[in-house]
């Protein structure tokens, strides 16, 4: 099983960026996918989900309005566009594939958000 982000880096306030997860080893299209992020000092945090099909998206407020998940299960690939970002993005982000009890975790990749 593989999962690796790529897309991070640095942008300035008010950017965006687009997160690709692309996945391997298992069968990508019956897992729900998630991203989750943790920022230096504080606990790891889910930020958006997506079910296996892709017909239903989840997001956590702070998120809401700016960033958008998607999946393509053609290509056993998930993203995460970031819009307007701001300092309080700046984190590690991962991927997660789930289907319980099974839960596989990407490497995570830096987003930095600064001026």
């Known amino acids: 099983v593989q999962l690796v982000e790529s897309g991070g880096g640095l942008v300035q306030p008010g950017g965006s960026l687009r997160l690709s997860c692309a996945a391997s080893?298992?069968?990508?299209?019956?897992?729900?996918m998630n991203w989750y992020r943790q920022a230096p000092g504080k606990e790891r945090e889910l930020v958006a989900g997506?079910?296996?099909?892709?017909?239903?998206?989840s997001y956590r407020d702070f998120v809401k309005g700016r960033f958008t998940i998607s999946r393509d299960n053609a290509k056993n690939t998930v993203y995460l566009q970031m819009n307007r970002l701001e300092p309080e993005d700046t984190a590690v982000y991962y991927c997660?594939?789930?289907?319980?009890?099974?839960?596989?975790w990407g490497q995570g990749i830096q987003v930095t958000v600064s001026s």
């Open positions: 997660v594939a789930v289907r319980l009890p099974s839960r596989y």
């Open positions: 997506i079910s296996s099909t892709g017909s239903s998206t």
């Open positions: 080893g298992f069968t990508f299209s019956t897992y729900a």
